[in-house]
């Protein structure tokens, strides 16, 4: 199961994404092109999570779209997700990778190069490095590192990063410069209009910084 794309990393937001709703906009956002969908809702309880959980799972079903829980194992566990996403702030990832398995993909906020170089590839599978910019989706944010600071998260991490805080299509060639494998974004998609389209801009603009990686790798 441990087989992830970080590309296009959606995180949902119960408030930015009530319009159409959560599993509604998640859908969308696969059809376009998002890789991973992370399932964020801090007010919402254990329950309240499982039951959204399981919708999600029901509507990714074989789009090979990854669903990733946000600090609560135990929904995770119930949903049978693919896997968790903790913060320095939640249970350590040793704890969590005891709790899901070894099979599940765990995910670990790290902030600072110093956190990024301690974790451990064999119980982390991929970090989340930034904030790159700062945003009202997490009024609780450490202080933006800019993308000097997010390649330095890369750099230091033994495992792979995707980049957050802030990020949009047009920030692509900058972050995947830096060494990280995607973008993981939250009102860039959750709250859009056309959650497929903005989903569909991103991933495009993904490939574009690939290939332009790729290009420059072999001047």
């Known amino acids: 199961m441990r087989g992830f794309d970080l590309s296009v990393y959606l995180v949902l937001d119960p408030g930015l994404c009530a319009g159409i709703g959560m599993v509604e906009t998640a859908r ?24 959204t959980g399981r919708a999600l799972m029901a509507a ?4 090979g779209a990854r669903l990733i829980v946000n600090d609560d194992v135990a929904a995770a566990v119930a949903i ?44 982390v599978d991929y970090v989340g490095a930034g904030p790159v910019f700062a945003t009202p989706t997490k009024a609780d ?31 692509a060639g900058a972050a995947l410069g830096t060494g990280a494998r995607g973008l993981a974004v939250v009102s860039a998609i959750c709250g859009q209009p056309d959650p497929e389209a903005a989903a569909r801009e991103i991933a495009a603009a993904v490939a574009r910084a690939r290939r332009g990686g790729l290009a420059q790798s072999a001047v």
Not at 60 to 63: E, I, R, S
Not at 87 to 98: F, I, K
Not at 141 to 170: D, E, N, Y
């Open 28 to 51: 969308r956002a696969v059809a376009g092109g998002a890789t991973m969908v992370q399932l964020r809702d801090k007010e919402g309880g254990t329950a309240r999570m499982v039951e």
């Open 60 to 63: 990714l079903a074989g789009t």
């Open 80 to 123: 049978g997700a693919d896997g968790v996403h903790v913060g320095q702030g939640d249970m350590s990832a040793a704890e969590a990778r005891a709790l899901i398995g070894a099979a599940a993909i765990l995910g670990l906020t790290v902030e600072r190069p110093d956190l990024a170089a301690e974790v451990d590839p064999g119980v």
């Open 141 to 171: 944010h450490k202080t933006p590192v800019g993308f000097g600071g997010l390649a330095a998260q890369v750099v230091a991490s033994p495992v792979p990063a995707v980049a957050i805080g802030g990020l949009k299509a047009q920030h």
